[in-house]
């Protein structure tokens, strides 16, 4: 099977014709450079008879605009990787760049803000869709405080453990808490793991996919795995970077929306989507 995507504006009335992932994204590029439009892409047509669908988008934008432009119930999980302030004495949290993979820098949020992400969730998720928010140990405090306060349910504070120290002089890092909530009551009970997620970053070898916050993405694939998403259900990715979200969806056969900030990272994730539809897995 072949699937095709088309750029589509919902500011105006242009689609573009169905192409390769890489031609739609470069029609969607050229809409928005000539009209400043935010063009986004979506799955068009499966060539062995399948029906158009419109799960599929990785955006190019800002994400809390972007998210204000989702419709009701029109996601099953959201996963948050909110670009965090970088405390440099615990050693945790973002990089500023990575010249030396060609990233341009990229800028952090106030992180009061992931209120305004989690309220627009809260619209778009179906009730009972799962949410989960990467954090710190600097910042899981406040994260959990956001989640607590919103139109969520909080759960659990999960753990991911690296497998590998980072950072630090207090100790070295080596996990971080992941936030998780429903979407308030909820019957996708999770009762067939645990509450720490092994995964390592990298093993050091080479990476087309090595985007400098990217989790990896054995780690998606526990955290998402059923009852949390179920076949034919949408994964929602704000700041989806490199997209290892589109790659479970992709291996899944899920649908998919994700938006970052960086031109760099929304082609990877825009790749590895369509790479990982016909079966060429990059991990």
């Not at 948050?80 to 990233?103: I, L, M, S």
Request: net charge negative.
């Amino acid at each position: 099977m072949t699937i095709k995507y088309r750029g589509v504006c919902p500011e105006c009335d242009w689609t573009g014709e169905p192409k390769l992932m890489n031609g739609a994204a470069r029609d969607a590029d050229e809409h928005r450079d000539e009209t400043g439009h935010a063009a986004k892409i979506e799955r068009a047509v499966a060539t062995d008879g399948g029906c158009v669908q419109d799960g599929d988008a990785v955006v190019q934008g800002d994400a809390f605009d972007a998210l204000a432009s989702l419709e009701e119930d029109s996601g099953h999980a959201a996963i948050v990787d909110y670009p965090w302030k970088f405390e440099a004495q615990n050693g945790t949290g973002r990089f500023g760049n990575d010249g030396d993979r060609g990233f341009d820098a990229y800028g952090t949020e106030d992180h009061e803000r992931l209120a305004d992400v989690l309220d627009e969730l809260a619209g778009s998720l179906v009730g009972g869709a799962w949410v989960f928010v990467f954090a710190d140990d600097e910042t899981s405090p406040g994260f959990r405080r956001i989640v607590e306060e919103s139109e969520l349910t909080y759960r659990r504070t999960l753990a991911w453990d690296r497998e590998k120290f980072g950072m630090g002089t207090y100790h070295r890092v080596q996990h971080y808490p992941i936030i998780s909530a429903t979407n308030g009551d909820t019957e996708r009970y999770v009762r067939d793991r645990g509450t720490v997620f092994r995964a390592l970053k990298h093993d050091g070898s080479p990476s087309t996919n090595d985007y400098p916050t990217a989790k990896p993405v054995k780690l998606y694939r526990q955290m998402l795995r059923p009852p949390v998403l179920e076949e034919g259900e949408r994964l929602l990715e704000p700041f989806c970077g490199s997209g290892p979200g589109a790659a479970i969806a992709a291996e899944r056969g899920l649908n998919y929306w994700g938006v970052d900030a960086n031109s760099d990272a929304v082609d990877q994730a825009r790749e590895r989507l369509e790479q990982q539809r016909i079966g060429q897995v990059t991990l």
